[in-house]
């Protein structure tokens, strides 16, 4: 019984919630691993539309067990918006838990994260203004606040510690008000409340019997190329979405995960600042961009698109471990005459050829694709249940991926809803 990773092998809204969606249905238990309230991951069930963005999306599938983990920061309200809606919706979330170890988002968080990028003038990173990166920041100098803490005897003397902290930059760096101990120990209760339902403080005696009847889908969120570690650094998020922080903010070792499903959209997007060889500043990526509706689900800010780049793909395989891949809105290109496909980067100034992603993004300033070209199929592929009757321009398009990526593409999307997928072979 296999255990399953879904990471996004770009830089995120690759479609990771559709494909989470859809095998949720064979999973026993699913668990959010990374990441904040700046992820928005979008389900389409017959004619409703669902977006998430710290539940897992694998709860709208009944009698899941779900599980958001240690390696998530919550905003509270947030949370709590999110669960009235699917509730006025009548989805059942009697099986979704929440780590005691996860951390929280407060308020002042937010305005640290907008007063910082306000700051940054022409050095922008593009955050969310959310406050992920300061809650993280927070959880790795040890002054942070977890899920637990909220019914911790002890959380009057933390917060002595904290806020005078907290206060300092607000006033002397920014000009911003401090908060009172009084008004976050009301919040504290407020969020006590909130989270109540929900705190999994057994969360162990629950992985170990996760672990005992596997089919466990580990779901993340943004993608590989925004990682802390790994991505398009500084222009990155603050968590790790690569698949091994599926084992860092679940709580389940590494030895758990069997199978990592890569979900690469046929093109490519990112949201916010950062260098992007591939992109198409042009009447082509307005097309992609109107037609794939590419707009962000958390900040409703146009994306950015450009063609599918191999060297992208090779290194989120490497740094991700990929086995299999999740192609998805591959259907917007049905009315394309031709389709690009990145193979390698030239660089301008001293004619250098570049097979493998460059990670010094200095790098990127003078740096041109080298494409391969592929004939469009000029029709409706929305309808196609069976991988034999897709156009046999798009299996060759989908073949020259195969081949330079070296990794299988076991999952096709052909649209939003879950009947619109071509599954090669069940991963479960």
Known sequence: MANIVVVGAQWGDEGKAKITD??????????????GCNAGHTVVVGDETFKFHLIPSGVLNKNKK????????????????????????NIDLSNLKISPLASITMPYHID???????????????TTKKGI??????????????????YDEELSDKLDKILPLKNDILTKIYGLKPYSKEEILKLCKDYAQIFEPYFCENWQDMLIEAKKNGKILFEG??????????????????????AGGASTGSGLGPNVINEIIGVFKAYITRVG?????????NEIGGKIQTIGAEFGTTTGRPRRCGWFDTLVAKYAVLVSGITQIALTKIDVFDSFDEIKLCTAYRDVKNGKVYKTYPTNI??????????????????????????????????????????????????????????QTIILKKPF
Request: glycine fraction near 8%; include cysteine; aromatic fraction near 8%.
């Open 22 to 35: 859809l095998l949720s249905k064979d999973a026993n238990f699913i668990i959010r691993y990374q990441g």
């Open 66 to 89: 779900c599980f958001i983990g240690s390696g998530v920061v919550i905003h509270p309200e947030t949370f709590k918006r999110e669960v009235d809606d699917l509730k006025n919706r």
């Open 112 to 126: 640290l994260d907008s007063a910082s990028e306000s700051s940054q003038n022409e050095n922008k990173i593009g």
């Open 133 to 150: 990166g300061p809650t993280y920041a927070d959880k790795i100098a040890r002054v942070g606040l977890k899920i637990q803490d909220l």
């Open 221 to 242: 969120a943004q993608g590989v190329m925004l990682d802390v570690d790994f991505g398009t650094y500084p222009y990155v998020t603050s968590s790790n979405p690569i």
């Open 273 to 281: 600042e950062g260098p992007f060889v591939t992109e198409l500043d």
């Open 362 to 419: 200095s790098l990127h300033k003078h740096l041109e694709p080298i494409y391969e070209t592929f004939d469009g199929w000029k029709e409706d592929i929305s309808k196609i249940t069976n991988y034999k009757d897709l156009p046999s321009n798009l299996i060759k398009y989908i073949k020259r991926i195969e081949e330079i990526v070296g990794v299988k593409v076991n999952i096709i999307s052909v649209g939003p809803k879950r009947e």
